[in-house]
């Protein structure tokens, strides 16, 4: 079985400049997630859907970030202008169902913002 | 609110057993688990507890005490791949997962 793929793998730009990353989820999973992760911390949810449906965006700055999930499968997260700040890890995950079923993780896309 | 402790760093030796301890407090509760991640890799799950008690997978163990709002991942046997972070995520409602920082293990011959 695939695992959950993500594009690019890393990206560098300069501040202010625009990004997009890409995420394709397990097959069959109803379920994904784009999750932040600082350097040495822990991942922090941005937004998780349910099919094409936004379940939880509270964390996303949506002055700058934005999602979609057109069809229900897979997902891009662009960021829009890049801050400083924004450089991390963002990891896409993707579940079965909602609840507690277990996240699945891709292997992210490094970002370096200059 | 959520939070969640748990040690930054832990070093133990090639052979013996390590105990990585997680406290938390949040708003609800429906479960948590434990993650593992590689320096660079993505998170991969490890272990999964909702009631009390001990989970037991092979050479990982996790217990959970929902009264206490404490959890431990037990490693026995440590190889050297076990070299890696170890994150406790707690799952307050019925959507997401709260992570913790993590916690790093050195694994040393």
């Known amino acids: 079985e695939a695992g959950v793929a993500q594009s690019p793998r890393y990206k560098i730009i300069e501040k202010r400049q625009s990004v997009a990353f890409w995420c394709n989820p397990i097959?069959?999973?109803?379920?994904l997630y784009w999750y932040q992760q600082i350097l040495g911390q822990g991942p922090k949810l941005l937004i998780q859907?349910?099919?094409?449906?936004?379940?939880?965006d509270s964390q996303l700055p949506k002055d700058r970030f934005s999602a979609e999930r057109l069809k229900g499968v897979d997902s891009t997260l662009k960021i829009q202008p890049a801050k400083l700040e924004d450089s991390a890890v963002y990891l896409c995950?993707?579940?079965?169902?909602?609840?507690?079923?277990?996240?699945?993780f891709g292997p992210g896309t490094r970002l370096t913002v200059l | 609110g959520q939070n969640i402790d748990q040690p930054t760093e832990m070093t133990a030796t090639e052979g013996a057993i390590v105990q990585i301890n997680c406290t938390y407090q949040?708003?609800?509760?429906?479960?948590l688990f434990w993650y593992q991640q590689h320096a660079g890799e993505a998170p991969t799950f490890l272990s999964y507890?909702?009631?009390?008690g001990l989970e037991e997978k092979g050479r990982f163990s996790s217990f959970l005490s929902r009264s206490k709002g404490y959890s431990y991942l037990l490693l026995k046997e440590l190889q050297m791949k076990d070299s890696a972070s170890y994150l406790c995520?707690?799952?307050?409602?019925?959507?997401?997962?709260?992570f913790g920082t993590g916690t790093r293990l050195t694994v040393i011959p």
């Open positions: 507890n909702v009631l009390d």
């Open positions: 995950a993707s579940s079965l169902l909602l609840n507690t079923d277990t996240q699945y």
């Open positions: 995520a707690v799952s307050p409602g019925a959507n997401n997962l709260f």
């Open positions: 949040t708003s609800g509760f429906n479960g």
């Open positions: 859907f349910q099919n094409n449906g936004v379940v939880d």
């Open positions: 097959s069959g999973h109803a379920t």
